[in-house]
Nanobody, 119 residues
Framework: QVQLVESGGGLVQPGGSTRLSCAAS????????MTWYRQAPGKERDVVAS???????????YYAESVKGRFTISRDNAKNTVYLRMNGLKPEDTAVYYC?????????WGQGTQVTVSS
């Protein structure tokens, strides 16, 4: 079955950096786009960044306006893993971060990983 397992995150100081990982299994990882979402307390779950399929030239990526220039999404198809590198973290980046993929007409989610940006 499809499984997505996030790791990384934790407590980070403002201006700091961290990297989230999402290990995927149960499907042909390289054939599907992957997306990172986040949900802050009392708010809806929003798209942070997504990455399409790898090709010989470049991967198609999308970033929410609020994270452009600070976050970088990448994937390693050999490791069935998608990453989210987060630099210049702000308190407003505090949220639970979820990994997502959409296949067979269904959405699949990881359990989420907490990122708290605070001094």
């Amino acid at each position: 079955q499809v499984q997505l397992v996030e790791s990384g995150g934790g407590l980070v100081q403002p201006g700091g950096s961290t990297r989230l990982s999402c290990a995927a299994s149960g499907f042909t990882f390289s054939h599907y786009g992957m997306t990172w979402y986040r949900q802050a307390p009392g708010k809806e779950r929003d798209v942070v960044a997504s990455i399409g399929l790898s090709d010989e030239i470049d991967e198609i990526t999308y970033y929410a306006e609020s994270v452009k220039g600070r976050f970088t999404i990448s994937r390693d198809n050999a490791k069935n893993t998608v990453y989210l590198r987060m630099n210049g973290l702000k308190p407003e980046d505090t949220a639970v971060y979820y990994c997502n993929t959409h296949l067979g007409g269904s959405d699949y989610w990881g359990q989420g990983t907490q990122v708290t940006v605070s001094s």
